[in-house]
Nanobody, 124 residues
Framework: QVQLVESGGGLVQGGGSLRLSCAAS????????MGWFRQAPGKEREFVAA????????NYADSVKGRFTISRDNAKNTVYLQMNSLKPEDTAVYYC?????????????????WGQGTQVTVSS
């Protein structure tokens, strides 16, 4: 059973930084792409960033490009989201996501595993 546990959220002033972590367990971490989504109050969940299983490719939502960086440490089974120059509109619950078991060694397919989320609040 895949488990994803996020940490690192909190309250920060606009312009500040936070680093989110997601510890994964239940299967071999290094052969799966990983991602982050977020959901703001009253809004639908939206894609934030993803990193390929090899770590060699990343992609970002336009709204966070140049400010957020996704990375992974396969030795620690952990994916990170470094968030800089935070804005009030980044306030949301942030979720770590992972693809199905059959999607190993690929960078396609749905996101089916979700963590419990971590709250990020950016004050103006």
């Amino acid at each position: 059973q895949v488990q994803l546990v996020e940490s690192g959220g909190g309250l920060v002033q606009g312009g500040g930084s936070l680093r989110l972590s997601c510890a994964a367990s239940g299967r071999t971490f290094s052969v799966y792409r990983m991602g982050w989504f977020r959901q703001a109050p009253g809004k639908e969940r939206e894609f934030v960033a993803a990193i390929s299983w090899s770590g060699g490719s990343t992609n970002y939502a336009d709204s966070v490009k140049g400010r957020f960086t996704i990375s992974r440490d396969n030795a620690k089974n952990t994916v990170y989201l470094q968030m800089n120059s935070l804005k009030p509109e980044d306030t949301a619950v942030y979720y770590c996501v992972a693809p199905p078991d059959y999607s190993l060694y690929t960078d396609n397919g749905p996101w089916i595993y979700w963590g419990q989320g971590t709250q990020v609040t950016v004050s103006s």
